[in-house]
């Protein structure tokens, strides 16, 4: 299983990647995608939408089931991958490449919750 | 969990393994959807061990099945044709669906759904009573290989099944060394399931590998019989349900006044639904068991839905009032937003071809 340093998750297995510009782009882990199978289709908030932290706002759906995607932190929608709307497999293969959105932190937002690479690792039992 | 003879093959396959009826299986081997068109374009290979062969012999094996099964073994004009039946009970509901093999005077083989096989047996055995002696052959391993290439590439793994499978029409069987095999399948393509002693499976395994043939999984399994519009026991029809109400009406030998288990009730009951397909018109994801269905006629609910690789859309079988017909058009609602449906005939895809 691959979980890249860097990079922080969550216990929903969601990866978040701080960007230049203050936003944060949000994914699927490894292990998220391996256990779902196949991607068939992604369902990306619209930018623009506040989501809470911890709210599920987008969809991944394999052949055989739908796993809702949920925001890391508090905050604004910037932009969505369109691009997975026709190439859901993308997250398969490159799951830390293919980011489903990008959301702006509400001011104060907090990413202390989430997991750096090191914890999540030993989330699964991995030392 | 059981095993199949075939386990640590699977394994070394790179098989994601997955428990099914009791069983631990292949899920897929890495690509589901690769595996799908694997079976569409060439040739795939599954292990179907978990499903049970049952043979029926003795003096009064046509009698006994005659009765038991709701289509009539007595159409098996000579050994070697296969059919297809349900298994009814008294009030008429759909127990099971199987395929019987007649190997010869009083003489047959039933393949068993895996999850349904033991009940099966034991709803069997008191009907066939001192008739027939039913004999579940878990000393056989069974594997399925299918595709436009099926022929040929079991043909090149194993040379003594050549002349069999080429004489071998589709819904026959033959036996051949000590192996049975049957030109029938669960994926709407040509090819071949092979009944042989447990011991020989990994050898057969591995020769049909080296022959081209790519292992294939449970996943790709269900969206090949989706798509080719056959019925999962347990999703698409169960014993709540009469024939006529799982598009399965065909199978029912009516005609002449043979007496079988459930014809009283079913002459007395109508059909309230039908199974018909869907196909989803718009993108916002994927069909679903248990999705509700609205149209004109009323509402309905899917019963089998996934992913179709052949189509790349959704599509699903679905119970829907008795007056819907293929071509309207319905709701499916899927997290809370209606979504355009077409209804369709069953199947989708045959002999790699979109029929719908």
């Known amino acids: 299983m691959n979980i890249p340093d860097g990079l922080r998750y969550a216990a929903t297995h969601e990866w978040v990647r701080a960007e230049a510009d203050g936003t944060l782009s949000v994914g699927i882990s490894d292990h998220a995608q391996d256990a779902l199978g196949e991607l068939v289709y992604v369902e990306a908030p619209a930018p623009g939408r506040k989501v809470a932290a911890g709210e599920a706002c987008a969809v991944v759906e394999s052949v055989k089931a739908a796993s809702d995607v949920y925001a890391p932190v508090a905050g604004e929608i910037t932009e969505r991958n369109a691009a997975l709307a026709d190439a859901p497999g993308a997250v398969n293969q490159d799951p830390y490449g293919a980011w489903v959105f990008r959301i702006r932190p509400a001011p104060g937002a907090d990413l202390g919750a989430l997991m750096d690479a090191a914890a999540y690792r030993k989330s699964f039992g991995q030392g | ?356």
């Open chain 2, 1 to 356: 969990m059981q095993r199949t003879p075939l386990h640590a093959a699977h394994a070394a396959a790179g098989a994601r393994l997955v428990a099914f009826a009791g069983w631990e299986m292949p899920l897929h081997y890495g690509s589901q959807i690769e595996e799908h068109h694997a079976v569409r374009r060439d040739t795939g290979l599954f292990d179907t061990s978990h499903m049970l062969a049952l043979d029926i012999e003795g003096a009064g094996a046509t009698a006994f099945l005659r009765y038991a099964l709701a289509n009539d073994v007595a159409r098996l004009a000579v050994p070697g044709k296969a059919l297809y039946s349900c298994l009814l009970a008294e009030d008429g509901g759909v127990l099971d669906d199987l395929i019987v093999y007649f190997l010869g005077e009083n003489r047959y083989r039933a393949v068993l759904n895996a999850a349904t096989a033991q009940a099966d047996v034991d709803w069997l055995a008191p009907l066939a009573a001192a008739r027939a002696n039913l004999r579940p052959r878990r000393d056989l391993a069974m594997l399925a290989v299918q595709g436009p290439r099926a022929a040929e590439r079991l043909g090149a793994a194993l040379a003594e099944l050549r002349p069999a499978i080429e004489a071998l029409r589709p819904f026959s069987c033959a036996e051949a060394g000590g192996t049975f095999v049957a030109r029938t399948g669960y994926t709407g393509e040509d090819g071949f399931e092979l009944l042989l002693p447990a011991g020989e499976a990994v050898p057969a395994w591995e020769r049909l590998l080296a022959a081209g043939a790519r292992p294939c999984g449970l996943g790709a399994r269900d969206t090949l019989r989706l798509e080719a519009g056959m019925n999962l026991n347990g999703q698409d029809m169960d014993p709540s349900l009469v024939p006529a109400e799982c598009a399965l009406a065909w199978t029912v030998a009516l005609d002449g006044e043979r007496d079988f288990v459930g014809r009283a009730a079913l002459e007395r009951r109508t059909a309230s639904r039908r199974l018909l397909g869907l196909v989803l018109e718009e993108r916002g994801g994927v069909l679903r068991p248990h999705l509700a269905v609205r149209g004109a006629h009323g509402e309905g609910v899917i019963t089998s839905g996934s992913f179709s690789p052949t189509l790349n859309a959704s599509i699903a079988l679905a119970r829907l009032p008795a007056a819907s017909v293929p071509g309207e058009r319905v709701q499916v609602e899927l997290r809370g937003k209606p979504l355009a449906a077409r209804v369709v005939k069953p199947p989708f895809v045959r002999n790699g071809k979109i029929l719908i």
